[in-house]
């Protein structure tokens, strides 16, 4: 608990009211309580595997050049723009192999590498690419061979993939087949992902950034409709 309270101290001046965070504390004591004994769990049963990077930036470069998308640390090419984020979380082997996680405090429109294509789910496969791609100091040319959302609600690491061809302790097949995946597999997924990337790529070059979302469902829960110059919200 000691960890919980140091952080609401440190969030004080900044928190519309204290009030708010002694109401919800038992709430997020459970919470942190939950986590740590899932975590304590996962080191049990891969105990070769450890974290070796939480909120990992990462910067580089992105662009179409031929007809592919190139991701660089260096700009290669003049069509190339600028790409940065950070990864929640970077998991790491005794085998070299590296898994990415990423948190979500819920689970609502989350799926599974073999959905993200038709869904236009871009944050993991970035994630990935620019990792091996070394746009993040410290990992070099790494290979990615899990990806995880953990959904602390529910306490679940799942969505994603699992590379099941090759030798990591990053986390076991789903029961989920449509999380379990072959490096032959996961490569055609990324390839798909690339001509999705490529496509946006392209619009950005011509200036071109329509508030077309791929569901206009979304924008019925969205904070900003309101100010949204979206034409279908007129």
Not at 36 to 50: L, Y
Not at 66 to 92: A, F
Not at 114 to 121: A, D, H, L, M, Y
Not at 128 to 143: C, I, K, Q, R, V
Request: charged share 30%; glycine share 6%; net charge neutral.
């Amino acid at each position: 608990s000691g960890v919980y309270e140091r952080a609401v101290e440190s969030l004080k001046r900044d928190a519309p009211s204290h009030a708010f965070w002694l109401h919800e504390k038992d709430k997020h004591y459970q919470l942190i309580r939950d986590f740590v004994k899932m975590e304590k769990a996962w080191r049990e049963q891969f105990p070769r595997t450890r974290i070796v990077g939480t909120e990992v930036p990462f910067k580089g470069h992105i662009g179409v050049v031929g007809e592919d998308v190139v991701i660089s640390k260096e700009k290669t090419h003049p069509d190339q723009v600028p790409l940065s984020g950070k990864i929640d979380r970077v998991d790491k082997d005794a085998h070299g192999y590296l898994s990415v996680t990423d948190y979500k405090t819920g689970g609502n429109n989350l799926s599974a590498i073999k959905s993200w294509v038709k869904n236009g789910k871009f944050q993991m496969p970035l994630y990935a690419m620019s990792l091996e791609a070394g746009l993040a100091d410290g990992f070099e040319s790494p290979a990615v061979a899990a990806a995880y959302y953990l959904m602390l609600k529910n306490q679940e690491r799942g969505k994603g993939f699992v590379l099941t061809d090759v030798e990591h302790e990053l986390g076991e097949s789903s029961s989920k087949k449509d999380q379990n995946i072959s490096s032959q597999e996961r490569e055609e997924i990324f390839a798909q992902m690339k001509q999705l990337m490529k496509t946006c790529l392209e619009k950005i070059q011509r200036g071109e950034f329509p508030p077309l979302p791929k569901d206009f469902d979304v924008c019925k829960t969205c904070n900003w409709s309101l100010v949204c110059r979206a034409p279908h919200l007129r």
